[in-house]
């Protein structure tokens, strides 16, 4: 698989229903091996396995969250102190408080650093520097 916005995120960002600027967005550090991403089907967080999300962010902070061209950046994110599973994939989604409604937005499978073995320490996502940053619409 490659790095893909999952069908149900792209259409809440076209209906106005995410708001990557505004909304409470955070991350998911996820066990592949638990978990086989769908992104026609997944649409909310509660259809990954509990099993496979090793680890979750805090929400990213909204002053660095930016929307330029289509392009979403933000500053780089830390799981702290994580224990688990090796993890293979990021999984972006917007945090409503509900895993039945909180939206998936992007699969993230192929970046430098994954797969990754928690050791107990902290781990921190370094957000690609070119042109696409962390995803493009």
């Known amino acids: 698989m490659a790095n893909a916005l999952y069908a149900h995120g792209r259409n809440e960002f076209l209906v106005g ?11 998911v550090l996820m066990d592949a091996d638990d978990h086989t991403t769908d992104q026609a089907a997944d649409d909310n967080l509660d259809d990954i396995l509990a099993a496979a999300r090793v680890a979750t962010s805090l929400t ?3 002053g660095t969250r ?33 895993e039945t409604t909180s939206t998936l937005v992007v699969n993230i499978d192929t970046a430098t650093g994954l797969a990754v ?16 940053k962390i995803f493009k619409l």
Not at 17 to 27: G, Y
Request: aromatic share 10%; proline share 3%.
């Open 66 to 98: 930016t929307a330029v061209a289509g392009v979403a950046d933000a500053a780089d994110v830390t799981f702290s102190s994580v224990t688990g599973d090796v993890s293979e994939e990021l999984v972006i989604y917007y945090h409503t408080g509900a």
């Open 17 to 27: 229903d995410l708001d990557w600027l505004v909304n409470d967005i955070r991350m």
């Open 117 to 132: 073995t928690p050791n107990g320490g902290d781990i921190t996502v370094q957000w690609d520097s070119g042109a696409n």
């Open 60 to 62: 990213f902070p909204t």
